[in-house]
T-cell receptor
């Protein structure tokens, strides 16, 4: 399994960029990096994913290092509603399907 | 389109009783996952179904837990002889092959 390591918690001021790091040093060449978040009392929500190139969507940007051993999720202008637990995941490819296991994640607190 | 749905949304049961939790995945999704989340904890993988292959049951905590997926669609998670430590939110998710997974709203199980 490609294990991921994230800080347990982070704070970010409202309106500032939130940069959430993730280490995945054992990632294989064809394994993607996914980010999900879980707002209190809700099911996890997909944010973004990438393989080697940086990716951007309406929610966030994903920066993946050239060696693919780490990545950073960027929320460009954090709001109070972005307070959540953020999970960095590298699914295990198993017979064409992805086995997805969640670690502890990073608890992001956006401060007014 | 319709997302993943789960029923019931809340279930209170007495210790020792059996419960069944239902998941309706997104139509056409070939992979289905069950997770549980105890209060203040991360997501714990329970089981996943991958197309017509044998399910990965490696996360089921005991033989009181079982799950089935009929006709490649609806899934039922059954907990026999419930214990208080089974109290948690049970989350179901589904995905297409090698695509992002979509979570349902969860079933909150309380064992008294």
């Amino acid at each position: 399994d490609a294990k991921t390591t994230q800080p347990t918690s982070m704070d970010c001021a409202e309106g500032r960029a939130a940069n959430l790091p993730c280490n995945h040093s054992t990632i294989s060449g064809n394994e993607y990096v996914y980010w999900y978040r879980q707002i209190h009392s809700q099911g996890p929500q997909y944010i973004i994913h990438g393989l080697k190139n940086n990716e951007t969507n309406e929610m966030a940007s994903l920066i993946i290092t050239e060696d693919r051993k780490s990545s950073t999720l960027i929320l460009p202008h954090a709001t109070l509603r972005d307070t959540a637990v953020y999970y960095c995941i590298v699914p295990v490819n198993s017979g064409g399907y992805q086995k997805v296991t969640f670690g502890i994640g990073t608890k992001l607190q956006v401060i007014p | 389109g319709a997302g993943v749905s789960q029923s019931p949304s809340n279930k209170v049961t007495e210790k020792g009783k059996d419960v069944e939790l239902r998941c309706d995945p997104i139509s056409g999704h070939t992979a289905l996952y069950w997770y549980r989340q105890s209060l203040g904890q991360g997501l714990e993988f329970l089981i996943y179904f991958q197309g017509n292959s044998a399910p990965d049951k490696s996360g089921l905590p005991s033989d009181r837990f079982s799950a089935e997926r009929t006709g490649g669609s609806v899934s039922t998670l059954t907990i026999q002889r419930t214990q208080q430590e089974d109290s948690a939110v049970y989350l179901c998710a589904s995905s297409l092959e090698r695509h992002t997974i979509h979570f349902g709203p969860g079933t909150r199980l309380t064992v008294t």
